[in-house]
């Protein structure tokens, strides 16, 4: 998740013919990203500010009330953050999170623990399921995020304070604490299609050292090669007070249909945090997805805001505001699927 700097001297229409030819093929950029942007993590938005030509379906539109809570999400941060930084270097705040996790799924839903090793750390992604009831549908809805955090906050205005872990209230804490109400939700109000939700381990320490962002969904996907989501959405850095959510370019690129269904959703729900933009191209969990040809788009905040990968990525930059308009737009998007596949 990071500028390609040199861009910014480049008129933005010839940046905008580059990705598109870059976006052609996106099997094969996806597989060989430059050097820059493994580093990087992220690029220049294509065409900074131009609207999308995708069409939304007009307000008012017919949609269940949902009473998504997002104060009790923002307790889920503050717990999770009682622990400290979840990252490699801190094995007990690890365990304290999972455990939490756990202990916040209903009893409906099935867990599994899915462990693996990737360049020599040792993760563990925490899978739950919901199944509509007697099998009655194929459709398979994965919803993720990740639940670590990064081990350095090297975008700190302190340069004292760049080797210390991140606390990631923002990036880590918020998009769990989305889908552990939404798990609730779900429990209360079974959908009519089957949904899973995935708790990543090991996505953000890419760029440290040798490390890789998306290691845990990469690994995921590699030992998983049966699984096939009808769709997906990660849902990334989810609770900031001045929260954007544009359309994430290689979302649009590479799941047009379920971009589109996401923003009917925010439209519905009148979330006017989704903006209706072409964002970054953002490296995130849905990349080893789309990779293999699922579907799956990234929800995350775009331009980063100012705690990104800093020691200030505390709960007193979120907003239970910002929450509620994540949570009812995924939950909408869930009870409203409509898709013919």
């Known amino acids: 998740m990071r500028w390609l700097f040199f861009l910014r001297t480049i008129p933005l229409i010839i940046a905008f013919l580059i990705f598109v030819g870059c976006s052609d093929n996106f099997a094969t950029i996806s597989a060989n990203f430059s050097s820059v942007k493994e580093e990087l993590r992220e690029s220049e938005p294509i065409g900074k500010g131009h609207v999308n030509n995708e069409k939304m379906r007009p307000k008012g539109s017919s949609a269940a009330s949902i009473d998504f809570d997002g104060q009790i ?5 503050e717990t999770q953050t009682s622990f400290g930084p979840r990252s490699p270097e801190s094995p007990t705040a690890k365990l304290q999170t999972l455990s939490y996790i756990r ?3 209903p009893s409906s839903m099935e867990i599994q623990l899915h462990k693996f090793k990737a360049n020599g750390f040792n993760g563990t992604n925490l899978w739950v399921s919901s199944r ?30 760049r ?8 990036d880590g804490a918020s998009g769990v604490a989305v889908l552990i109400e939404i798990a609730k939700h779900l429990h209360k109000r079974p959908p009519k299609i089957n949904v899973d939700l995935i708790f990543f381990d090991l996505e953000d320490i890419g760029n440290i050292g040798k490390n890789a962002y998306a290691m845990g969904s990469r690994k995921f996907v590699e030992e998983h090669p049966k699984y096939r989501p009808t769709a997906g959405i990660i849902i990334d850095m989810v609770c900031d007070k001045n929260l954007r959510i544009p359309r994430e370019h290689y979302s649009s690129v590479s799941a047009p249909e379920v971009l589109s269904g996401v923003w009917a959703s925010a439209d ?10 072409i964002g970054g191209a953002i490296i995130d969990d849905h990349i080893p997805f789309l990779e293999v040809g699922i579907p799956v788009v990234n929800l995350i905040h775009f ?4 705690s990104w990968h800093t020691t200030d990525d505390t709960i007193k930059f979120c907003s239970a505001t910002s929450l509620d308009q994540v949570g009812r737009v995924v939950l909408d998007f869930i009870y409203q699927y409509s898709f013919n596949y």
């Open 73 to 77: 999400a923002m307790r889920h941060i």
């Open 103 to 105: 202990s916040q799924i």
């Open 132 to 161: 509509a009831a007697k099998k009655k549908s194929t459709t398979l809805i994965m919803l993720g995020t990740h639940w670590d955090t990064r081990s350095q906050a090297d975008r700190d205005t302190d340069i004292t304070k």
């Open 163 to 170: 080797n210390m872990s991140v606390l990631g209230a923002n």
């Open 268 to 277: 519905r729900q009148e979330a006017d945090a989704f903006k209706d933009i």
């Open 303 to 306: 331009p980063f805001p100012k």
